[in-house]
């Protein structure tokens, strides 16, 4: 069965760094695109970036371009959104999402979802 | 202005039909993914490529295009169809995608 289970909620003051998780079980790591996905309080879905484990090839959306830094540790299963200075405009649930076959074209499905991080910044 | 539009809300009766769609011009060249989002939930995905179902999606939903516009049916609503319900695709420049902004659905 695949997983992705996130790291928990954190509370965290402007100006601090952070950097969430994202396991995922059950398939090949490496071989599937993970995905991040802001959502702020009673807003919708952003697209933030995409990862792909096998050689870290990684591409942002302009908006989070150079705001967060998405990583992966595939002998760990495991992806990673960074922020190095967090603001409180940051606040929201943040998810991982596995893609389904390739990230290429038009096709860019997050087929499996991880739960979700809250991250709190005031 | 957002690179994809959607009806901020609509409203369905029990049992009937309702149609949610999604403008912009990356949808002339590409197809549009749905994803459905119940309250305190993950976002599931629902349709992608033109009209394809993941295992366990009911087939009520369908996925349909034409020129800039994506569409999302649900023939026959439920009342446990309530969600809201966001469009993806790619962006019409640059490698990237984007959610549309949203659709509630209500069911009565």
């Known amino acids: 069965e695949v997983q992705l289970v996130q790291s928990g909620a954190e509370v965290k003051k402007p100006g601090e760094s952070l950097k969430i998780s994202c396991k995922g079980s059950?398939?090949?790591?490496?071989?599937?695109?993970i995905g991040w996905v802001r959502q702020m309080p009673g807003r919708g879905l952003e697209w933030m970036g995409i990862i792909y484990p096998g050689d870290s090839y990684t591409t942002y959306s302009p908006s989070f371009e150079g705001q967060v830094i998405i990583s992966a540790d595939k002998s760990i299963s495991t992806s990673y959104l960074h922020w190095n200075r967090l603001k409180a405009s940051d606040n929201g649930m943040y998810y991982c999402?596995?893609?389904?076959?390739?990230?290429?074209?038009?096709?860019?499905?997050?087929?499996?979802w991880g739960q979700g991080t809250h991250v709190s910044v005031s | 202005s957002s690179e994809l539009t959607q009806d901020p809300a609509v409203s369905v009766a029990l049992g009937q039909t309702v149609r949610i769609t999604c403008q912009g011009d990356s949808l002339r060249s590409y197809f549009a993914s749905w994803y459905q989002q119940k309250p305190g939930q993950a976002p599931k995905l629902i349709i992608y490529?033109?009209?394809e179902r993941p295992s366990g999606i009911p087939d009520r939903f369908s996925g349909s295009s034409s020129g800039n516009t994506a569409s999302l049916t649900i023939t026959g609503a439920r009342a446990e169809d309530e969600a809201d319900y966001y469009c993806n695709s790619h962006h019409s420049s640059g490698y990237h995608y984007v959610f549309g902004p949203g659709t509630t659905v209500t069911v009565l």
């Open positions: 059950g398939y090949i790591f490496s071989d599937y695109w």
């Open positions: 490529g033109l009209n």
């Open positions: 999402a596995r893609i389904m076959g390739a990230c290429s074209g038009g096709s860019c499905d997050f087929e499996y």
